[in-house]
Nanobody, 124 residues
Framework: QADLVESGGGLVQAGGSLRLSCAGP????????MAWFRQAPGKEREFVAV????????LYGDSVKGRFTVSRDNPKNAVYLQMNNLKPEDTAVYFC?????????????????WGQGTRVTVSS
């Protein structure tokens, strides 16, 4: 059983929107800080957003501020990433990840559990 499973990726035109979901069949998401990262071809994994275990404790990467919104639904054991006004440079594989570390961490090394990723392609 996978720890985390992402869904919702796809092909969208620039300016469009997508909503990614991360389910935790193997993890109780309420126990973790949950983050989204992305990785474009030939680039390092990039921090996108994190929601801490406390309500309202959220941090965004500079490149997505004002366009992306992260949220969690603990009863549904899920985390979401609403992506609006998408740009071609948002094209990447998006991963959700879970951390037991305190605070809002932006380094991939802080996260213990990862999903397999979902691909987002934004056409110009």
């Amino acid at each position: 059983q996978a720890d985390l499973v992402e869904s919702g990726g796809g092909l969208v035109q620039a300016g469009g929107s997508l909503r990614l979901s991360c389910a935790g069949p193997g993890r109780t998401i309420s126990a973790y800080a949950m983050a989204w990262f992305r990785q474009a071809p030939g680039k390092e994994r990039e921090f996108v957003a994190v929601t801490g275990r406390s309500a309202g404790n959220i941090l965004y990467g500079d490149s997505v501020k004002g366009r992306f919104t992260v949220s969690r639904d603990n009863p549904k054991n899920a985390v979401y990433l609403q992506m609006n006004n998408l740009k071609p440079e948002d094209t990447a594989v998006y991963f959700c990840a879970a951390s037991t570390a305190l605070g809002l961490n932006t380094a991939p090394s802080s996260y213990l559990y990862w999903g397999q990723g979902t691909r987002v392609t934004v056409s110009s």
